[in-house]
């Protein structure tokens, strides 16, 4: 028998009736969103009423609240930002799920007390992540639903701080943070919870080479308890309250008794809710066209049958002492789980004609309707004679009940104080280029850093762009490509993850932030200089108005095909193989004809990019108003001829041949 302690079993809730769901099916925590700021907003979610009311009940339960303030923040914004916080921590919450660093920052400064999440959408992957965001004041991380079982169990025994991982639920097909194709190309963003799930959509010949299967790690409940993993996480906010009793119900059974789901379990699993069945082969390192599935009208049908939930069944034994003594304090004493209370009330008064009797006592005390409670054990120490009003009686046991769960402590609404980040934007653009070849003459001398990929770093180039991802397992290889190529010349180096600072340090380059750090306030960017960032490109979600907004050494993609998606599971298998995806001819062509390149990224990951390139060749007077005198290029597809006509483009203020996408 495995004796390690048993994992948190996480439950989701986009609803307060999901919520008591998630209680009944024998939930440890869940999590839930409020009305603004949370990644599941197409969810009902919960007002700041439901939230006290839902976060009462479950402690009461013994149950941990974690509310979700997991989208990123504008300037604009964080002043409601902060607000959504404290009105989190007044209805009682036990933990805030963050992904905005300066959205965390700023509650770290205002709210020092509450316990910081790192969501999913911070990107984290490694332990060097881990240790950059425990500095940063949180003190649990949502690993990548990427990572495999080693790297997952090293995660946990390396990373110092709590590990969380997602077990059962829909799997994106992107890289958590790291998908902008609902933001860029269907105006709904992912990292502002409005995903419209463009991956489960059809290409143009009808395959779905985007949608994977449901995750479910069930079959692997001992290895999760035995690395140590510290919360087990269903996801689910926009599913039912029934799916969520289900699958929670079934997961506590397989943590209980520390086992392996059985193929009868499995089947149950599928039958609440799959993709024509479920993947875990991100766990299992067997990542293939296997994982692909979409939700058939089979599927749909066997979740039918699903039983509805009406409401909470469950009760909280307790476990009540009576007092009535003459010239005493009456008193009452109650507990329930591992905690007692005794609330005390004025002495009893002499009977003048008939004296209180047990059985009053008994039904009074024990009138317990619409509470979570249910009487285990009554009894009572009662002198003869005397009697209580029965207003008395009824205030002495709302007062047990009210301490047994005590309301959380009130304190005076906070103000935002911002934090701007010092020093002024990049004076000179920047690029970055696919392969070597596509860098033209003229990129020498306009310029001021020419980043290449990593793995396709030539001296040509002063700079490399370090992969989007870097599990803990290929940390060392990509160390020894950054230390070879900065003795063949590179000097700097752009990073998509304060996980990759270190590495960067190691290999005695200067860290840029890259765009894919989700850099959308003057909070999270004065963060990432202050660990040491040079300066850091913002992201490509920010409108012109924003990126005013937002001063410092931060510069914008000006130019070029943004990446919309990094994908684990590579792609190109799908829509070409593997020659064509090595020769960088694997293209996505959507419903409407819309050709989306697909690169490849080392060592088998793909990157998709936007069928569009960004333009602002003819706007740049626009850009200059908000601040934007330098800019950044990226080259993926383009032959460096092509480039040469987009630079001159740039630099004489005229338009680029063909479609584009504006800031």
């Not at 495999?148 to 077990?167: D, I, L, P, Q």
């Not at 080259?635 to 041949?657: D, M």
Request: proline share 6%; net charge positive.
């Amino acid at each position: 028998m495995n004796g390690k302690p048993l994992p948190e079993l996480l439950a989701p809730a986009g609803t307060p009736k999901a919520l008591r769901a998630a209680i009944e099916g024998g939930a440890d925590a869940v999590y839930f969103g409020g009305p603004s700021f949370n990644a599941r907003m197409r969810a009902a979610n919960f007002t700041a009423d439901t939230m006290r009311e839902s976060i009462a009940l479950c402690h009461a339960f013994g149950v941990r609240a974690y509310v979700t303030l997991n989208t990123l923040v504008t300037d604009r914004e964080m002043p409601a930002f902060l607000e959504a916080a404290y009105t989190a921590k007044e209805a009682g919450a036990d933990a805030l799920i963050v992904a905005d660093l300066g959205g965390a920052a700023a509650i770290r400064r205002h709210l020092p007390e509450l316990e910081l999440h790192a969501s999913t959408q911070a990107s984290g992957h490694s332990v060097a992540a881990a240790k950059e965001l425990k500095a940063l004041g949180f003190s649990r991380m949502v690993l990548a639903r990427e990572a495999s079982a080693a790297n997952m169990r090293h995660f946990t025994a390396h990373c110092g701080m709590e590990t969380e991982v997602f077990v059962h639920g829909a799997l994106c097909v992107s890289h958590s943070g790291q998908c902008l194709f609902s933001s860029l190309v269907g105006g709904r963003s992912g990292n502002r919870g409005e995903c419209a799930q463009p991956c489960r959509l059809p290409d143009k010949t009808g395959r779905y080479p985007l949608s994977l299967k449901d995750l479910s790690l069930a079959r692997h409940v001992p290895a999760l308890i035995d690395m140590g993993v510290h919360s087990l996480k269903i996801e689910g906010r926009l599913k039912s309250p029934e799916y969520v009793r289900d699958v929670v119900r079934i997961w506590r059974r397989l943590l209980d008794e520390r086992r392996a789901a059985s193929d009868a379990e499995m089947a149950e699993l599928a039958a609440i809710f799959s993709r024509g069945g479920f993947t875990d082969a991100y766990f299992t390192e067997q990542i293939g066209r296997g994982m692909l599935g979409v939700r058939s009208e089979a599927d749909k049908e066997e979740s039918r049958a699903t039983a509805p939930f009406t409401d909470l069944t469950r009760r909280v034994p307790l476990i009540l002492h009576f007092t009535m003594k003459q010239n005493e304090p009456i008193t009452l004493t109650a507990t329930a789980r591992d905690k007692t209370v005794t609330v005390t009330g004025e002495p009893p008064l002499v009977a003048q004609t008939a004296p209180m009797e047990l059985a009053a006592v008994r039904e009074k005390l024990c009138r317990l309707g619409g509470t979570p409670y249910e009487v285990a054990d009554f009894t009572t120490v009662l002198d003869g004679g005397l009697m209580v009003p029965v207003s008395r009686l009824n205030a002495l046991r709302r007062a047990a009940l009210e301490a047994l769960v005590p309301s959380p402590v009130q304190t005076a609404p906070v103000t935002y104080l911002p934090r701007r980040a010092q020093g002024k934007r990049p004076a000179r653009p920047t690029a970055r280029f696919a392969h070597a070849d596509g860098i033209p003459p003229a990129a020498k001398d306009y310029f001021a850093h020419i980043y290449l990929p990593l793995d396709r770093y030539a001296p040509v180039a002063d700079g490399v762009v370090l992969p989007t991802v870097i599990f803990d397992s290929e940390r060392e290889a990509v160390l020894a490509q950054l230390k070879d190529a900065a003795k063949r010349g590179a000097t700097v180096a752009l990073c998509g993850n304060v996980g990759h600072l270190s590495l960067v340090r190691e290999a005695g380059l200067v860290p840029h932030g890259d765009f894919r750090l989700n850099v959308t306030n003057s909070e999270a960017l004065a963060v990432l200089l202050d660990m040491g960032f040079a300066d850091v490109l913002l992201s490509p979600e920010l409108t012109l108005p924003q990126l005013r907004d937002l001063r410092g050494p931060a510069d914008a993609i000006v130019y070029g095909r943004i990446p919309l998606m990094t994908l684990e599971k590579c792609v190109g298998r799908e829509l070409g193989g593997c020659e064509t995806c090595r020769n960088g001819q694997t293209v996505l062509v959507d419903r409407r004809g819309e050709k989306f390149p697909v690169l490849r990224e080392a060592p088998h990951r793909s990157v998709i990019v936007n069928s569009r390139p960004t333009g602002m060749s003819d706007k740049l007077n626009e850009l200059r108003r908000t601040g934007i005198t330098g800019g950044h290029f990226i080259f993926t597809v383009e032959s460096a001829a092509e480039a040469e006509k987009i630079i001159q483009a740039y630099r004489a203020g005229t338009p680029l041949s063909g479609a584009v996408r504006r800031i």
